[in-house]
């Protein structure tokens, strides 16, 4: 009889996505300030929130790999900032599509925020653990330890 592959159990999952989600509230706020700020400083809305995403991926990398993830140093920042390309793309057409149906810039971002939140942990956990939550590793690949 083979040993059995690798699981990602769920429960560490969910223990992950609770961190995430508690970090992602600090992040969340502290993003959602930026925004707020550069708006009211007369910014126009897409730059505002360019200028959010770039200030927000340092940020939001300390907290994730060494709260959430139990990594330390940037190894997996190339990645990271990879899936922050992909969550701002995201978030941009969003933003674009809500302005244009005639939501202000403030709510059409806090609107935005929780669905990001989760595309942004399907990605992060991917990036900066070689898997997917809630998905067992593959028989090949190994799970890094957190």
């Known amino acids: 009889m083979t040993p059995k ?3 990602i ?3 560490k999952s969910l223990r992950r996505f609770s961190k995430f989600i508690l970090i992602g509230l600090v992040n969340t706020v502290f993003g959602y300030a930026v925004f707020a700020v550069l708006i009211l400083l007369k910014t126009p809305p ?5 200028m959010t995403f770039v200030i ?3 940020w939001n990398y300390m907290f994730h790999a060494r709260l959430v993830f139990g990594q330390s140093g940037f190894n997996g920042i190339p990645a990271y900032i990879g899936s922050y390309l992909l969550i701002y793309g995201f978030n941009s ?3 674009g599509f809500l302005l ?3 939501f202000n810039p403030l709510t059409a971002q806090a609107l935005l925020a929780p669905i990001a939140a989760v595309f942004s942990f399907v990605l992060i956990t991917k990036a900066l653990t070689g898997h997917f939550p809630f998905v067992s ?3 090949t690949e190994k799970p890094k330890e957190n």
């Open 100 to 102: 244009r149906v005639g």
């Open 46 to 50: 897409q730059p505002a929130l360019a």
């Open 5 to 7: 592959k690798p699981n």
């Open 9 to 11: 159990s769920k429960e």
């Open 137 to 139: 590793s593959s028989p």
């Open 93 to 95: 057409i969003g933003l």
């Open 56 to 58: 927000g991926v340092a």
